[in-house]
Each structure stands twice: as C-alpha cells, then as structure tokens.
C-alpha cells in the first residue's frame, strides 16, 4: 500500500505497483484522492487523523465523525462500499491516553459495517505504558494487536509478522483442559507437548475459522484477519 495525504503522490505509486491506497487523511485533504480511486478501482483505507492532539476530547465520537463524513465523500466519487477499509490510526493526532481508548473501543466501529484495520506496531504509545525504544516494543506490539483483533480488526499491520501471526494463531483457538477420557473414543489428543481434550475455534459457530486438533506439534488456523507487514523503521508515533 502507499500511504499518502496527496493524490499525484498516490497515482504514482499506483502506477509503480501498489494496489491499495492509504490515505491518511481519510479523502478529507486532496479534493483529487476519492476520484482517483474511483477511477482507479483500487481498495482505499481511510484513516483518522487530526492536526494535533486535543486532551479532554471524545476521541470516539470524532473517529465516527470523521468516517461519515468520508464516506459520503466517498459515496459521492463513486468508491464502492467493499473497497474501503477504516483506521482509527492509533498514534495520529491523539494523547496516548486517546490512542488507548481507540484500541480498547475498537468495537464501537463495527457498526460501519466496513473492515478495520489497526497499526499499533512499535508504536509510542506501548512505550507510555511500559517504557521502551521502538525494537523493545515487540511484546507490546502483540498484546495491542490481540486486543485489536478481539475488538474487531480484520487487518492488522505490524513489522514483525512472523511474531505477531503465531500470537494471532495461537489466540484464535481455545484450548479446553484435560478431561478424564471414560473410553478410547474420549481421549484426549496431545498437541506440541500438551494435552486438550479438544480444540475450539472462537468463532467457529460462524465458520469464521475452522480448526483442526491432530497429535501433531503444530494446529494450523485459518485467520478471520490479515496480516500486513509494515516497513521496518524507527516509529515516531
């Protein structure tokens, strides 16, 4: 993806090959962004941001006003609902404080009916939480994408993917404890060194995942969610 305020910054990395177009000023600042991708046909991520951070301000309410108000942007250019994809953008033009509550009320969004995505990876914000430099945030990198995803993220960036997709895997299936097997047919399978006497997808009454539980070390997951690497550098967020 490219992630830019500016059109003609858009249209080129379009043309060098990004397919996804991260506006991080949520259509509102380019007059040109919304036609460009509809023109363009390509998915749009639509992000919050604001020009500084305001203590004391309902950040929720002014997440949900800023997605109304582009997505009738987007409506009017022609964008279609199933190519749009909304960010709170956790560390942009908030307190930590803020970017906290925009974590922890992920949910709230949902009423969009869009896919969110959050990045809180390396992110400032953990460091306000536990003090560290952005390689040192790994662990809290993982909690806040946990946190995201039982929130209702589908997509979630970070830079460290392998760690962040067993994590992700890992929390996407319930493990019950051992129960004493009354016949052959009961008994309990041994996963990777542990014992379950099963293995229940969170939200396998959806068929959102499908699990499978196999004497086997490893339990492969499909993900109701995304992963998308983020660029490896110093965060300033």
Do not use: Y
């Not at 953990?126 to 806040?144: F, K, M, Y």
């Amino acid at each position: 993806s490219i992630d830019s305020m500016k059109s003609a910054v858009v249209s080129w990395a379009l043309d060098a090959g990004a397919t996804i177009a991260n506006d991080v000023w949520g259509l509102q600042r380019d007059r040109e962004m919304a036609a460009l991708v509809a023109r363009r046909n390509v998915p749009v991520i639509i992000m919050h941001n604001r020009d500084s951070a305001e203590a004391g301000l309902d950040i929720m309410k002014d997440i949900a006003a800023l997605f109304e108000r582009s997505l009738q942007i987007a409506a009017k250019a022609g964008i279609p609902a199933d190519r749009i994809v909304l960010d709170p953008g956790i560390g942009f033009g908030k307190t930590q404080e803020q970017s906290m509550t925009a974590l922890a009320r992920l949910d709230e969004l949902r009423r969009f009916g869009l896919p969110l995505l959050v990045g809180a990876s390396r992110k400032r914000v953990i460091s306000s939480v536990v003090p560290s430099e952005p390689r040192q945030r790994i662990g809290g990198s993982i909690a806040a994408h946990l946190i995201a995803v039982k929130g209702g993220a589908r997509i979630i960036r970070t830079h460290d993917v392998a760690e962040t997709v067993q994590a992700l895997r890992a929390s996407a299936v319930r493990l019950v404890g051992m129960s004493v097997a009354r016949n052959a047919s009961e008994r309990p399978q041994t996963v990777g060194g542990g014992v379950f006497a099963s293995c229940i997808s969170e939200t396998m009454k959806t068929n959102a995942i499908r699990s499978k539980c196999s004497a086997k070390p490893r339990l492969r997951t499909r993900l109701p969610f995304r992963i998308l690497p983020r660029r490896r550098r110093k965060s300033r967020r």
